[in-house]
């Protein structure tokens, strides 16, 4: 099969099945990787364009490997990567590390930026087998890699797609109610992605079962019906830049300080990264 060259990573991606061809050393850099953390038996799943390619057949250019691993599990990762040759750093205590080498990046995430959704041991027992770069390993599996993207949805960056593409191409195989829990109190995210896929799709939303739908939208309703007057302001959630104004001027919740408050942040190893 034709494969196409890897674009520079900002370049708008163009959906395609068409395989991607990556650099030599990026290849062997990512192999390393998970060849180490299968060696090391570190409980992890691999996410982003990988798991992407995986569940839907979409393939684009990714500049880092995503992995997914609990909180819990981060300190042991960053030291076998450090051990191996690896510039380590902890971006964001919440959800992020990176590790580099050269110019290429290994993403390390524990979960969502807004501390909303975190990621669990089940995760990691629920990802589905894939080979990636000549590796067997494991993919988070279709919930939870659409769980992810549910609060991707910033003007920088925006998911909704891969959202939907993940839908279309479970052909009604989805497990919503692992997608429901995962989601939690914010299920009206999920509404708002199935609304979208509908409008996509609108020959397909049978995908999405019609008792999925009704609970849905049947929520919805009631709290149309019955809004609660202290209901707090969640736009930080969403994006905390754009609703800045509403926080910082306009005098309403900080739901996203608060949830990030409340988060326990990730730690590197002695002597590691900073």
């Keep these: 099969m034709r ?4 674009k520079p990573a900002d370049e708008i991606p163009v959906t395609s099945s068409v395989p991607l061809r990556l650099p030599g050393e990026q290849e062997a850099l990512f192999r390393q990787v998970l060849i180490l953390f299968e060696k090391e038996r570190l409980p992890y799943a691999v996410s982003g364009a990988f798991a992407l390619q995986q569940h839907t057949g979409i393939c684009r250019f990714t500049k880092d490997l995503d992995v997914f691993l609990t909180p819990q599990d981060m300190s042991a990762a960053l030291k076998y990567l450090r051990e191996h040759g690896f510039e380590c750093e902890i971006c964001d205590p919440i959800w992020l590390a990176k590790a580099r080498r050269d110019d290429f990046f290994v993403d390390l995430i524990t979960g969502m930026s807004n501390a909303v959704i975190t990621v669990d041991r089940s995760w990691i027992e629920r990802a589905h087998p894939a ?46 109610s692992r997608v429901l829990d995962l989601a939690g109190e914010h299920w009206e995210i999920v509404l708002w992605a199935l609304v979208l896929f509908r409008y996509i799709y609108p020959a397909h939303s049978r995908y999405v079962p019609q008792a999925v739908w009704q609970e849905l939208l049947a929520r919805f309703a009631k709290e149309l019906r019955s809004p609660d007057p202290k209901a707090r302001f969640r736009g930080s959630l969403i994006d905390e830049k754009m609703f800045a104004i509403d926080v910082k001027e306009w005098g309403l919740d900080d739901l996203l300080n608060e949830c990030r408050a409340r988060h326990p942040k990730i730690s590197a190893p002695p002597h590691s990264c900073p």
Excluded: M
């Design 3 to 6: 494969e196409q060259a890897a």
């Design 131 to 176: 080979t990636i770069v000549g590796v067997k390993t494991n993919v988070l599996a279709p919930e939870e890699l659409l769980a992810s993207k549910l609060f991707v949805t910033r003007r920088e960056r925006f998911d909704g797609a891969d959202i939907a593409h993940v839908i279309y191409c479970s052909r009604g195989k989805l497990e919503w």
